[in-house]
């Protein structure tokens, strides 16, 4: 049988290698049927490649643009999931398996799609707020964080080849950073089939993304200062990376995901027969089985209270037992094969190696059922339980990781117990904590957090709708301290700044505005004749303002608004009870104020404007009393457009005003953020 020849593509053309690579094997059968190569391929050349045509192309797009390009990818990508699904089987992988792989990491598209409506319209984004640097607010600061120049190198596992791939690279175009993906050579085969799929559908400007299937040895003597390096594997081979010299004196940014022993504790409150007892079962069983244990994410450690061991041990004997290992492509089977046979080997070296000091009480490595396949020609193992009496003592169990379906139950007396061990990990991505009580999942959640990346909770109000131990979520950061690597992935916008330059700037509310697009208060505001609500979105500038009539408040107005809100609260409505307050007399609600606001600055007549879209920012910063006369300045401060969700829809955009409501002596008394839906010209 003639292997295929896995292709790399570099610098917008697919490169065959020339069978000089690594032979690559069907974990179920043992046969080989691929070869990865990297021979021909101009690392330097790919990096400037990249530099050059991915990252100007990438960066000539908003943040709308990126996050509609990946929409489209991802409903490219899942209309072909099931050609994906049969080149996945012969990683080993069970349907089940696959879907995690496959369909999550489009989902993380899809999520990264999504969370474009968190940024502005443009190609940068603006940080937080406004620092006031001067008296009389005319020299302010903010932040701006544009995408860096680079290239993001993704080095990543063999356990998903598409997730790990697909998770990384939606959060760097979203940035509008460009990136070439080294997945694990072992499965490279599945990455390389999606990745034909993103180039064949045309959805990514040319340069946007490159792959290298064989070895990528040398690439890191081609970083750049203003590249980004992810990497996920072995903490040891992590930490050689991240000493690369280039790493070092280029100031290169290094995020790394290591593998972890991570853990899963039964609180002591939960007995037998109780749903969090099954519910604990249920999800070391899962996280031992699924992928055949090879998730960085996976449960290696299992912390019980000592009077649980028995029940617990006895519990997971019985599911595991049921747990039809075999050939994946069959529907009773449940957990397939390690992803290859070398990655078997080194399971079983590390089971050798925990046996010194602890005890299997599930499982027998050697002798194990194997469903339509042969187990020696197959990766196939089975789940392996070890149980070490004396955790404190021996702790092998918190420093030897067997990459596999291989865990260990270790008893605690106490919670303090329980939680020492969990950090005796030294850092990990996950730890899980299966309690009823709310009191022990808070002791444990504060005293385990410093060493842990995520804290799942699980208990019966949850565990149905839960995502699972192992399943890291595209809006929360994926990582962990110590041995997990102290890295950061993904947490919605919080991984797309890692993308970004974060960048300082000064200078006048006017200068900041026009710099950032967004009206900063105290800059320069311009008026015009025609009312802002009767303007079309595009017409619409930033810093145009509309100086409203005024309107004196009396008593009536008080009294009228609590009528009709119902809002009869002491401060508005009785002036005897306003001893020891800091009112001096009856109150205008912070809500009339705003409401009356609202009456002074809309334009009643039907326009380009839709609907009122919501409120941010609401601030009351001076008691209005009645006599007292206010009036608004309602500014233009940002706009954001909207795509056509379909044929029939609007084209619309999202305006958002500031609202500046002042008294008589030009002081403001409430400031606030409305955002309204506005029509555009363009109407088909």
């Known amino acids: 049988m003639s292997l295929v020849q896995l292709a790399n593509y570099a610098e917008g053309k697919w490169i065959n290698g020339k069978n000089e690579g690594e032979t690559l094997y069907n974990a179920v059968t043992g046969d080989a049927i691929y070869n990865a190569g990297s021979t021909g391929l101009d690392f330097g050349a790919m990096m400037h490649y990249a530099r050059k045509t991915g990252g100007p192309a990438l960066r000539r797009l908003t943040f709308q643009e990126r996050g509609r390009m990946l929409k489209a990818l991802a409903l490219y990508l899942m209309e072909r999931k099931e050609d994906f699904y049969t080149v996945s089987a012969f990683t080993g992988a069970t349907r089940a398996d696959s879907w995690v792989d496959i369909e999550g990491g489009i989902g993380n598209l899809f999520a990264y799609a999504s969370l474009r409506k968190q940024f502005p319209d443009e190609r940068f984004y603006v940080d937080g707020e406004a620092a006031k640097l001067s008296k009389n607010n005319t020299f302010i600061g903010h932040h701006i964080m544009v995408p860096r120049e680079g290239v993001a190198l993704h080095i990543n596992a063999f356990n998903f080849p598409v997730w790990g791939m697909l998770e990384k690279v939606a959060v760097n175009l979203l940035a509008g950073v460009p990136a070439i993906v080294k997945p694990a050579t072992l499965t490279s085969y599945l990455t390389e089939a999606v990745f034909r799929e993103i180039i064949r559908s045309g959805i990514l400007p040319e340069g946007s993304l490159q792959l290298i299937c064989g070895s990528a040895r040398g690439i890191l003597d081609h970083i750049e200062t203003q590249d980004v390096v992810t990497f996920t594997g072995s903490a040891s081979t992590g930490r050689m990376l991240k000493s690369h010299p280039r790493i070092l004196s280029e100031s290169v940014p290094f995020n790394m995901e290591a593998d972890s022993l991570n853990c899963c504790i039964l609180g002591a409150d939960v007995k037998p027969g109780m749903p969090e007892f099954d519910i604990f079962i249920k999800e070391v069983v899962r996280e031992v089985t699924t992928k055949a244990g090879q998730k960085c994410t996976a449960i290696r450690r299992i912390i019980v209270p000592a009077d649980r061991v028995e029940d617990v041990t006895i519990a997971l004997g ?316 309602l500014t233009v401060k940002e706009k954001v457009s909207q795509e056509k969700r379909t044929p029939e829809d609007i084209k619309k955009g999202i305006v958002k005003w500031l609202v500046d409501v002042y008294d008589e002596t030009g002081e403001t008394v409430a400031i606030v953020t409305i955002l309204t839906m506005v029509r555009m010209k363009d109407q088909e």
């Open 318 to 633: 019985k599911r595991l037992q049921t747990t039809t290992i075999g050939n994946p492509a069959l529907k009773e089977v449940r957990m397939g094969p390690l992803a290859g046979i070398t990655q078997r080997n080194e399971v079983r070296e590390k089971v050798q190696q925990l046996a010194q000091s602890q005890q299997i009480v599930i499982g027998d490595m050697e002798h194990f059922e194997v469903m339509g396949a042969d187990k020696e020609k197959g990766a196939f193992l089975p789940p392996l339980i070890f149980l070490n009496t004396d955790p404190f003592t021996k702790t092998d169990c918190h420093n030897i990781e067997a990459f596999g379906p291989v865990s260990t139950i270790m008893p605690y007396d106490t919670i303090d117990d329980a939680i020492t061990l969990a950090k005796m990990g030294m850092g990990s991505l996950v730890c899980s904590v299966v309690t009823a009580d709310d009191n022990i999942a808070r002791d444990i959640v504060l005293g385990a957090a410093s060493m842990h990346g995520r804290i799942l909770v699980l208990n019966n109000d949850c565990a149905k709708e839960s995502t699972g131990h192992g399943s890291p979520m595209p809006m929360l950061v994926h990582g962990g301290p110590g041995r997990a690597g102290g890295g950061e992935e993904m947490g919605g916008k919080r991984g797309v700044m890692h993308y970004l330059q974060r960048t300082a700037i000064q200078g006048s509310p006017t200068t900041i505005s026009r710099i950032t697009n967004v009206y900063q208060q105290h800059g320069r505001q311009h008026e015009t004749d025609v009312h802002p609500f009767k303007k079309h979105f595009e017409d619409l500038e930033i810093g145009e303002t509309l100086v409203t009539a005024k309107h004196t408040v009396t008593e009536s107005d008080i009294s009228n608004f609590a009528n009709v809100s119902g809002d009869n609260f002491y401060a508005h409505m009785d002036a005897t009870s306003l001893e020891g307050t800091i009112f001096e007399r009856r109150v205008a609600h912070g809500y009339f104020v705003l409401s009356k606001a609202a009456g002074l600055f809309v334009d009643a007549k039907k326009g380009p404007v839709l609907l009122n879209y919501g409120i941010d920012d609401a601030r009351f910063t001076k008691p209005v009393y009645p006599g007292m006369t206010i009036g608004v300045r």
